[in-house]
T-cell receptor, first 115, second 115 residues
Framework: GAVVSQHPSRVICKSGTSVKIECRSLDFQATTMFWYRQFPKQSLMLMATSNEGSKATYEQGVEKDKFLINHASLTLSTLTVTSAHPEDSSFYIC???????????FGSGTRLTVV | AQTVTQSQPEMSVQEAETVTLSCTYDTSENNYYLFWYKQPPSRQMILVIRQEAYKQQNATENRFSVNFQKAAKSFSLKISDSQLGDTAMYFCAFMKPQGDDKIIFGKGTRLHILP
């Protein structure tokens, strides 16, 4: 089946620094990728939709300049949390859509801790 | 805007019993997809079952089946012969194809299978 690889699985960074999270579709070309944030014991909140070769579409209330999304190829999207603060600590999950079957596959998530 | 409502925050059942998780949604669309996703403690999102709205037949996947009532906008999940490994968060989700393609999640139901 379709596989999406997300790295790193865990990252700890200092306040004020930036951290990049990668999301790769391993065996299909993902024209669209999605980035979610999940707080403990809560649902997934969509942050942005990433389309290959174009600017990401951000959901209302999500800061574009803080959460930079790049979708440079059909198999790779990256989320960069810039100038991270402790309140950015969360679980981030990516999802990739396979246009051949409308299937959505999720990465295994990244636990970000900002200290 | 589409919304997904899961009215049961938490449920517990004995192993081997049957359990039904409720989900309702609100949309003005006629063509859409509905999903049930499972999120075990590992936090990996796993697709349990998918239903296309144009199909009248309820989707089934082994011990998992849905009761899709389009007019009532209801999409419940039935787990038969529940197993300890079914313990997880279950999210009901909605997607409108050929639009923004983003998946909207409900708040989830935490299911405990008791030995």
């Amino acid at each position: 089946g379709a596989v999406v690889s997300q790295h790193p699985s865990r990252v700890i960074c200092k306040s004020g620094t930036s951290v990049k999270i990668e999301c790769r579709s391993l065996d299909f070309q993902a024209t669209t990728m999605f980035w979610y944030r999940q707080f403990p014991k809560q649902s997934l909140m969509l942050m942005a939709t990433s389309n290959e070769g174009s600017k990401a579409t951000y959901e209302q209330g999500v800061e574009k300049d803080k959460f930079l999304i790049n979708h440079a190829s059909l198999t790779l999207s990256t989320l960069t949390v810039t100038s991270a603060h402790p309140e950015d600590s969360s679980f981030y999950i990516c999802s990739a859509r396979d246009p051949t079957d409308d299937g959505y596959t999720f990465g295994s998530g990244t636990r970000l801790t900002v200290v | 805007a589409q919304t997904v409502t899961q009215s049961q925050p938490e449920m517990s059942v004995q192993e081997a019993e049957t359990v039904t998780l409720s989900c309702t949604y609100d949309t003005s669309e006629n063509n859409y997809y509905l999903f049930w996703y499972k999120q075990p403690p590992s936090r990996q999102m796993i697709l349990v079952i998918r239903q296309e709205a144009y199909k009248q037949q309820n989707a089934t996947e082994n011990r998992f089946s849905v009761n899709f009532q389009k007019a009532a906008k209801s999409f419940s999940l039935k787990i038969s012969d529940s197993q300890l490994g079914d313990t997880a968060m279950y999210f009901c989700a909605f997607m409108k194809p050929q639009g923004d393609d983003k998946i909207i999640f409900g708040k989830g139901t935490r299911l405990h299978i008791l030995p």
